[in-house]
C-alpha cells in the first residue's frame, strides 16, 4: 500500500474512531505507525487532509459495491431489491466504519466548501448510478426514483448507526425496499405479496 493510502485509511479510521476532532495530522502518523511530520509532508493543511480522506472513502465505496454491480443493471424488481439491501447490509456491517466516517465528512463539507465540491461530485456518482437501475427496472420517473433512494437508503443507514433505529436484518431491508420500489415501480402483484 502505498504512503498516501495509508495515511487516508488512518484518518477514515480516525474520523469513525474519534470523530472530526481527532482527525489531526500527528494523529494520524500515530494510528498509521508512521515518522512524525508524514502526514504533513503529503497533506499540508487540514482542509487537505480532509479532501485526501474523502477521497479515499469515496474510491473505497465504489470498490466495495464494484463486485455487485459488475453483472450490470438488475434484471427486474426483485434484482434491484436484493441489490439494494446487500448494499445497504454491507454498509451497516463490514463497511460500518467507512459510513460513519463519511457521515462525519458530509457535515464538514457543509462548512467547507472545496470539500463540499468532493461530496457532490461522489455523491452524484451514485445517484446516477441509481438512476441507471430504476430505469432499467422500468420506473416511469427513473430521475425522481433514483434521486429518492438513495435518501432513503441514506436515510435508514443513518437512523441505524446514530438514530434511536435498531440496525435492520438483511431481511428486514429487502422489505422496506421491496416496499419502496414497489411503489415506485407501480407493480401490479405488490398487494398480493407476502410481506
Same mark, same amino acid.
Given at each position: 500500500m502505498k504512503r498516501a493510502e495509508v495515511i487516508a485509511e488512518a484518518a477514515v479510521a480516525l $474520523? #469513525? /474512531?474519534r470523530g472530526m476532532r481527532g482527525l489531526t495530522h500527528r494523529a494520524v502518523d500515530e494510528a498509521a505507525g508512521l515518522p512524525p511530520g508524514s502526514t504533513s509532508n503529503l497533506a499540508r493543511t487540514r482542509a487537505a $487532509? $480532509? /479532501?485526501l480522506a474523502l477521497e479515499h472513502l469515496t474510491e473505497q465505496e465504489a470498490a466495495l459495491f464494484a *463486485?455487485?454491480?459488475a #453483472? !450490470? *443493471?438488475p434484471r427486474g424488481a426483485e434484482e434491484l431489491v436484493e441489490l439494494m439491501a446487500r448494499l445497504a447490509h454491507l454498509q451497516l456491517t /463490514? !463497511?460500518?466504519e467507512r459510513t460513519v466516517a463519511r457521515y462525519e465528512l458530509a457535515l464538514e463539507a457543509t462548512r467547507r466548501p472545496e470539500l463540499r465540491a468532493i461530496y457532490d461530485r461522489a455523491g452524484q456518482r451514485f445517484r446516477e448510478a441509481a438512476v441507471a437501475v430504476l430505469a432499467a427496472a422500468g420506473s416511469p420517473d427513473p430521475l425522481r426514483h433514483g434521486h429518492r433512494l438513495v435518501a432513503f437508503a441514506e436515510g435508514l443507514m443513518f437512523d441505524a448507526i446514530v438514530g434511536a433505529g435498531s440496525e435492520p436484518t438483511l431481511d428486514e431491508l429487502r422489505t422496506c425496499l421491496r416496499e419502496l420500489l414497489d411503489g415506485m415501480l407501480g407493480r401490479p402483484d405488490a398487494a398480493d405479496r407476502p410481506r
Open positions: $474520523l #469513525a /474512531e $487532509l $480532509l /479532501e *463486485p455487485m454491480t #453483472a !450490470g *443493471p /463490514e !463497511g460500518r
